[in-house]
């Protein structure tokens, strides 16, 4: 679907935006691919690696209204994957992050309403669920908007969705390339947060996939959330350094003991698809219900049970240490 079509990445110089240009060149034949990044040395780096003919590098920052409708002029598809995601620089900095992740969102929707953009899927995050920090409050806050789009293009063409997943394994700030590096230097101990800490887990490759996939069958309104492995991040240090000691540090401010993806108070509308969940939308959009029992490559699913938790600590897939170790090898 992504043949002769002109393609837009926000945030595209990130870990996501380059696992997703490689990806594209190698599967299909775009019209333009377009990184829309505020960063020029980051463009600049990318461009040594990314330089099909198709490729275009639009320097601008979401926050600029302005500059998103121009860049979006006829462009097919939109990830949007910027945004300001360290949870401690958020809380630190709390208008610097809801100016790119909640009003960065709304210029983003308003710039693919104006140019009649295809469909647009927006990159969320476990910590939108029930956040307890200011980054997970802003992605939630995006996704409403996002899901609320659908409504507000009323009969227009543009749909949009979102995409929920877990920790990126590998991801610039995640916790393997930090424990990788602090053994490479010698550390004889590596510090955990909490001994019964678990997260959620997903390859880059993996999260570019499923959201390749969305595009296909997104009927809009729709947050995905994939099915996906779990790990306690006591396990990831006994993988990687199995004779160092463990420095206990507590629990940073903004973190949760475990991450939620689907909660609780969203079962009456969450389904059940093989290998995804879907988080159905509270409201109705223009025009009547959609069935989303039903998605656009045919697949069915159910409504989940009552008060269902898709939740990290309670994942019935949690990789063991032999499987971390696997896992590494197998994707990097």
Known sequence: MFDNKSILITGGTGSFGQKYTKTILERYKPKRLIILSRDELKQYEMQQVFNAPCMRYFLGDVRDGDRLLQAFKDVDYVI???????????????????????????????????????????????????????????????????????????????????????????????????????????????????????????????????????FSRMQGGEIFVPKIPSVKLIDIAIAYGPNLVHDIVGIRPGEKMHEIMCPGDDSHHTLEFDDHYVITPSIRFYGGDIDYTSNKLGAKGALVKERFEYNSGNNPDCLTIEQIKAFDDDNF
């Not at 969320?124 to 992605?139: E, F, M």
């Not at 053994?183 to 390749?212: C, E, K, N, Y």
């Open 80 to 214: 949007h994957a910027a945004a300001i995601k360290q949870v401690p620089a958020a809380e630190y900095n709390p208008m610097e992050c809801i100016k790119t992740n909640i009003y960065g969102a709304e210029n983003v929707i308003r710039a693919a309403i104006v140019n009649n953009v295809n469909k647009v899927i927006a990159l969320s995050t476990d910590k939108a669920a029930n956040p307890i920090n200011l980054y997970g409050a802003t992605k939630l806050a995006s996704d409403k908007l996002f899901v609320a789009a659908n409504n507000i293009v009323g009969s227009g063409r543009t749909r949009f969705a979102a995409v929920r997943y877990g920790n990126v394994v590998g991801s610039r700030g995640s916790v393997v390339p930090f424990f990788k590096s602090l053994i490479d230097d010698g550390a004889s101990a590596l510090p955990i947060t909490h001994p019964d800490m678990t997260r959620f887990w997903i390859t880059l490759q993996d999260g570019v996939d499923f959201v390749l996939k969305n």
